[in-house]
């Protein structure tokens, strides 16, 4: 456990004096103080909706709180105010801020996305060389690698997150925000990259990281806040802590354990013989990969992001047509895949990018709890949609996942990511499919959200379901999971047991 840094002989970087922020009815945060000292790194904490996502928000001007003040030191050890609602400021200030959701243009290069907006617009040419070796500097120090050249919308998900992070080291933060840091980085990276903060850190760098992650929280932060519905519950310092302590603060209480039960398998529910995906590289690519699901099993692929992951969720959940080999469901071969196919065939689908592929934003949150059944007699008729079905059936679930937010006929983008997830996890679940996909289905949630997925994923086990579970969080894996594959560059192959250490060597494509 990471001994704490000597406060006496810290100056304080960064001040939030009572700020609140209300959307309508919905309070977001209620007169949050928090401090932050230089060189300090402060876990921010708190269950989905609590507020965290906000309260950076404000400090880094995306939203105007409704009340409160932020003061930033200057460099010099004074703290000046700092303008509120204005991102450049911040900029300007010093804080740089790492969204949980990425913020790049997907049309032009990593090395683009990390220098846009930090060059004069009537510069005459680019010091792209100057760029180059500031960059080349930045990922020696942070171990933070990604392909500079290739277009952001050709890169995987954990590569597009170290862009984003580079992208804030750029501009010469001094103090660092963190969403979600690590959500999609593997263990091993993840501990890389906490390293190499606390380095910077021990050079001047402040960082405040938002994480559900309790291992890396206890490993590598010095403090520890805690909101709860919008409000600060308390602050403790990290290593006078442990889980139980951060749980009972987060949600007045302790979290239940998952604990997955043996269970003998029954007849296959999905195979995937021979199936080949040619892409661009073997980040979206699949070559011959043979994949059975059997009634009540939980498969768990690991690998690092990047490996094939997508390439096998596309197929499963109809996106993409094999170049090569058959899926068959309940041991009958499809001749057709396509999206609604596969939801007709009894797969339900947790997409990985719960923004881009699990919702429409403009639409309700209703009507996203039923956007894969509108042909249900319950949700339409005559073509008609059914409002006050539509509208009771969001009630239910809404009460049922602890989904969060405005009103049932607010539209979706309004919720946070969490909440959001939770919204997807409802549609899903209530159809009680024959097959789960579920991909990175605990991503950005908190302890107790995180549980009840899990716990939700084992009942669907017990009733019969067979779960295809991707995610790059090997503890979820090795803690849900009855069998262990690795993907890695497009292939996938047996994990051998539950053995962390071997599956770690097999993800990096070293001998095991």
Known sequence: MRQPISFMTQQTVLRLNGLSKRFGQVVANDDVSLTLEKGEVLALLGENGAGKTTLMNMLFGHYLPDSGSVEVSDGTGALRPLPLGHPQAALAAGIGMVHQHFTLAENINALDNITLGSEPLLALRRNRRAAKDKIAGIIERSGLN?????????????????????????????????DEPTAVLTPQEADTLFENIKAMAKDGLSVIFISHKLREVLAFSDRIAVLRHGRKVGEMATNEAD????????????????????????????????????????RDSLKSVDLTVRAHEIVGIAGISGNGQSALANVVAGLEKPASGALSIDETELQKITPTAMVKAGIGRIPEDRHREGIVGAMSVAENMVIERLDDPAIQSHGLLRRDAIHANAEKLVKDYDVRGPAVTAASRLLSGGNIQKLILAR??????????????????????????????????????????????LDEILRLADRILVIREGHLIDAGGHVRERIGLMMAGEPA
């Open 243 to 282: 889980e139980k302590a951060i749980a009972r603060m987060m949600v007045g209480a302790d979290t239940p354990k998952v604990t997955r039960q043996e269970m003998p398998p029954g007849t296959p529910v999905l195979s995937l013989k021979g199936v080949s995906v040619v892409g661009r590289s073997h």
């Open 428 to 473: 899903v679940f209530e159809r009680t499919p024959r097959v789960i996909l579920a991909n990175q289905p605990t991503r950005g949630l908190d302890m107790g959200a995180a549980a009840e997925v899990g716990r939700r994923l084992l009942e669907a086990r017990a009733r019969g379901a067979g779960v295809v579970l991707i995610s790059e969080d």
């Open 146 to 178: 990604a392909p500079l050249t290739v277009p952001v919308g050709r890169l995987s998900v954990g590569e597009r997150q170290r862009v984003e992070i580079l992208k804030a080291l750029y501009r010469d933060a001094r103090i660092l925000v963190l």
